[in-house]
């Protein structure tokens, strides 16, 4: 579907004054081409791609650049833009000149189609992980990191340093008594033990409560 506009919204997106545009669309003017209808209710054609050259060519030294440029043009077309600041999600766009904005969507009208979908497909994501999160395939990483990891962490640690020196000294001791290897064995299991139970009991309780 093309993008027909009025003249002086077009005058706008170039960034020029209304009566060049007039100028240009008469017969022989560059934007002839682009030009559709005639009488009160002539428009320009902004996909037509003598339109597009026109506003690359009339936007190098501008002022104004993209999506502050279409702000500023639909701001005077009446209340339906915010008169304060520039929607959120055209934000990341607002720094473009207006051979840039043109160079990658055609026009503001399909910059703003383009803007929408994504929006759109953002809001579905959003929902997508909130479902899965309700039906509990979905868990926060914080959850995972201060339920999980960090525990997981404290008790290797525990184990390394005081479990160690602990293990090593009882068990030397025991070979010196005489015990036999089973015996060694199960005191050091159960050592092992007694780290890993409370970090189990803990995880499984933060997975409960989560």
Do not use: W
Not at 60 to 79: D, F, I
Not at 173 to 198: H, N, T, W, Y
Request: net charge positive; charged share 30%; aromatic share 4%.
């Amino acid at each position: 579907m093309e993008n027909h506009v009025t003249k002086a919204r077009f005058a706008r997106m170039a960034n020029v004054e209304p009566r060049e545009i007039t100028a240009a669309s008469h017969v022989g003017g560059c934007l002839h081409e682009a030009t559709v209808g005639q009488g009160p209710k002539q428009r320009i054609n902004a996909d037509h791609p003598v339109a597009l050259a026109y506003i690359q060519k009339h936007s190098v030294g501008k002022k104004l650049t993209g999506v502050r440029a279409v702000y500023e043009a639909r701001k005077k077309e009446g209340p339906s833009m915010s008169s304060s600041a520039i929607p959120e999600e055209m934000q990341a766009f607002a720094e473009m000149t207006i051979r840039e904005v043109v160079e990658k969507f055609g026009t503001d009208h399909r910059m703003v189609d383009y803007l929408r979908a994504l929006k759109e497909i953002e809001t579905i994501d959003a929902t997508r992980v909130k479902n899965a999160k309700a039906r509990g395939e979905l868990i926060h990483k914080d959850l995972v990191l201060q339920g999980i990891i960090e525990p997981i962490d404290a008790s290797y640690r525990k184990m390394l340093t005081d479990g160690a020196k602990t293990i090593a000294r009882r068990a030397v001791a025991m070979v010196g008594s005489g015990m036999d290897v089973d015996e060694i064995e199960k005191f050091v299991c159960d050592q092992l033990g007694s780290f890993i139970r409370p970090t189990k009991a803990k995880i499984q309780k933060v997975i409960s409560d989560g």
